[in-house]
């Protein structure tokens, strides 16, 4: 079954203490992307990556890293987290041949900083 | 600037009733367009797209929606709604083929039975 699997699908954790969200497509996507959804903002990207070794700022990417050594994965690392990195972030992708295809996303990953 | 809006927050219709969802942009040139739908607890999912040609693109469903380039439109409709219906509906645009896609704010369908 074509998928994109993220996990932990919720977690709470304290200020300061690293996190990283794992993202994983089994569909041979060139393009991958992570969102954080907030009430009343949407949808807001946070990084991208276009292919292997390839990523880039989405419209907020203060306080996350990225990285994409597999086509297949897509990691989400918060290295010092903070309150305001509370919410619910998805993983998605898509083909990257042209832009017309529609992307593909994660159950979400809920994630709480006290 | 180039953007996106959903200008409800909240659409409430009576089930069997027609429904729409607006959704208008702000850009030049020829954008790409797209409907997500997320039900509780979910991810979003694809509903259909706007790339060329016909301006009424049918989607899953029973959706549809129609592509005005004079309005900058791409309002989402169904006929008749159903309460399986209710859920969070997120418009999307491709301004030019090089950005990534930017999302409205996303707009709480209710369908009352």
């Known amino acids: 079954e074509a998928q994109v699997t993220q996990n932990p699908r919720y977690l709470i954790t304290v200020t300061g203490k690293k996190l990283t969200v794992t993202c994983s497509q089994n569909?041979?996507?060139?393009?991958m992307s992570w969102y954080r959804q907030d009430p009343g903002l949407g949808l807001r990207q946070i990084y991208y990556s276009m292919n292997v070794e390839v990523t880039d700022k989405g419209d907020v990417p203060e306080g996350y890293k990225v990285s994409r050594k597999e086509k297949r994965n897509f990691p989400l690392i918060l290295e010092s987290p903070s309150p305001n990195q509370t919410s619910l972030y998805f993983c998605?992708?898509?083909?990257?041949?042209?832009?017309?295809?529609?992307?593909?996303f994660g159950e979400g990953s809920r994630l709480t900083v006290l | 600037a180039q953007s996106v809006a959903q200008p409800e927050d909240q659409v409430n219709v009576a089930e069997g009733n027609p429904l729409t969802v607006k959704c208008t942009y702000s850009v030049s040139g020829n954008p790409y367009l797209f409907w997500y739908v997320q039900y509780p607890n979910r991810g979003l999912q694809f509903l259909l797209k706007y790339i060329t040609g016909d301006n009424l693109v049918k989607g899953s469903y029973g959706f549809e929606a129609e592509f005005n380039k004079s309005q900058t439109s791409f309002h989402l409709k169904k006929p008749s709604a159903l309460v399986s219906d209710s859920a969070l509906y997120f418009c999307?645009?491709?301004?030019?083929?090089?950005?990534?896609?930017?999302f409205g704010k996303g707009t709480r369908l209710s369908v009352i039975a």
């Open positions: 999307a645009v491709d301004f030019s083929g090089n950005t990534p896609l930017v």
């Open positions: 569909m041979n996507h060139e393009y």
């Open positions: 998605a992708s898509r083909t990257g041949q042209g832009y017309t295809g529609e992307l593909f």
